[in-house]
């Protein structure tokens, strides 16, 4: 069932012209939303999102992970016009690369146009694994194993402590033979945790070193994995939104043909794992900035969304997307989302932490559904721009920024290097390097 929220009495996301602000006027603009919209916002929050050190110092730097020598910072940004679930919402977002806060806020503003974008999302049931070798009988194994799995979950629940005091912990185990390993048969069995609102790795693996010495006396085999799956199956996310035929009417853009060719371009994803490889990397493109701006595990999100597009046995897209007799684009995605709003660097990061108060959200279920929504959107202005002009007209005009910076240009020639390079439409590092001699020279002789 999708989440539904009423839209509170709160300020727009539809922020016309954000991008052409200042950094001072767009930090004040996003604190003075995050002020009328969160729960959680305060001035702690404006300091460790938009202040030095960034929400990180090196004393807290060396205690989250060994051999510490400094800090590696990337770009935050916010993306603009997201309605999810009747909820405006400013999303935070770390990524390197251009175009991709861009595409996901003008994905956000023609999605919004339609009512804007619905999730939902499961209970956040996660796996654990636990791997049995040398079983002499493996009916009789399996059948004490069920027999005992009453003592099996207590066990476990007593390992997980505090989140089954908080109404998660073990639900059920589920057990798969497997025949035909080059080692010979074995037996998996699958420990099945509510989370709560933790990612939940530390916590399943605590439970399933507690349970494996009894499932190895129960069976008779030999325990050798102890470890938690992310191919998170039973956790997925959803994402459903409509661009509307007449969203371009105001542009020179001719919505029904160009949503038509979206559709065509998704419809190769569908069927081609060449294809879909990137197709996807474009939907994580969005997902993982948002993953990574509130201290979630990328990596792991990025292995279960692969692992879950290749389900059926053949690698496919993650998303849907199809057109009705009106010539409405109608999207829909869904992927696995383990996140965590508790524990870990959600909590740990101090930036992590404003991020998440940035998006006042209320459950780790309700950021799997903000999360899927990014992706959705992201996926949409990637067809979008590869259905149009090509992915690399837009992609080349943003990024001409970057090439400045890269060819050596001060903070105060970049902007005016990348305005040339794109009125020429020649944006490439040595033109780059060109203007800026130019330019150096002209003022030395000023």
């Not at 799995?149 to 390992?159: C, G, M, T, V």
């Not at 259905?387 to 050596?408: D, N, T, V």
């Amino acid at each position: 069932m999708f989440t539904t929220m009423q839209q509170p009495n709160l300020p727009s996301s539809r922020l016309t012209g954000f991008h052409r602000l200042s950094l001072a006027e767009r930090q004040t603009i996003v604190h003075d939303w995050a002020s009328q919209t969160s729960r959680h916002w305060d001035e702690t929050s404006r300091q460790d999102l938009f202040g030095p050190p960034n929400g990180l110092d090196l004393q807290t730097a060396d205690q989250l992970i060994e051999n510490t020598i400094g800090r590696f910072a990337l770009p935050l940004g916010i993306a603009t016009n997201f309605r999810i679930n009747g909820r405006d919402r400013l999303i935070p977002m770390i990524t390197e690369e251009p175009s991709v806060i861009a595409g996901a806020s003008n994905a956000a503003r023609l999605m919004r146009l339609a009512g804007g974008i619905t999730a939902s999302s499961d209970p956040p049931l996660m796996i654990g694994q636990v791997q049995l070798l040398d079983v002499p009988q493996m009916k009789r194994a399996m059948a004490a194993l069920n027999e005992k799995k009453a003592a099996i979950l207590a066990a476990a629940n007593e390992a997980l402590g505090s989140l089954a005091q908080r109404g998660g912990g073990a639900r059920e185990i589920e057990l798969r033979q497997l025949s035909h390993a080059k080692i010979g048969p074995m037996l998996v069995v699958h420990l099945l945790v509510d989370c709560q609102d933790a990612m939940g790795a530390n916590a399943i693996n605590t439970a399933l070193e507690r349970i494996a010495p009894s499932l190895a006396e129960i069976s008779k085999g030999r325990v050798v994995l102890r470890i938690l799956s992310n191919l998170n199956d039973r956790r997925l996310a959803r994402a459903r939104a409509q661009i509307n035929a007449d969203a371009f009417s105001h542009s020179s853009v001719d919505g029904p043909p160009i949503l038509q060719r979206v559709y065509e371009a998704a419809a190769l994803a569908e069927i081609d794992p060449y294809r879909a490889a990137t197709h996807n990397k474009g939907i994580l493109n969005g997902i993982d900035a948002v993953v990574l701006a509130t201290g979630n595990d990328w990596r792991a999100v990025e292995a279960g969304a692969h692992a879950y597009a290749a389900r059926t046995g053949n690698y496919r897209s993650l998303s849907t997307w199809q057109v009705d007799e009106y010539g409405n684009l109608m999207g829909s995605l869904e992927l696995p989302l383990a996140l965590g709003i508790v524990g870990g660097s959600t909590r740990a990061h101090p930036g992590a932490k404003a991020a998440l108060a940035l998006l006042d959200v209320q459950s780790a279920s309700e950021l799997a559904e903000i999360v899927a929504s990014v992706g959705l959107a992201q996926n949409f202005a990637a067809l979008l721009a590869l259905a149009g002009e090509g992915i690399q007209h837009g992609h080349m005009r943003l990024h001409a920024r970057q090439i400045a910076l890269s060819a050596g240009a001060s903070d105060e020639m970049v902007g005016q290097i990348a305005a040339v390079m794109i009125a020429e439409n020649d944006i490439r590092p040595s033109r780059a390097a060109e203007l800026m001699k130019s330019m150096t020279s002209a003022g030395d002789h000023s």
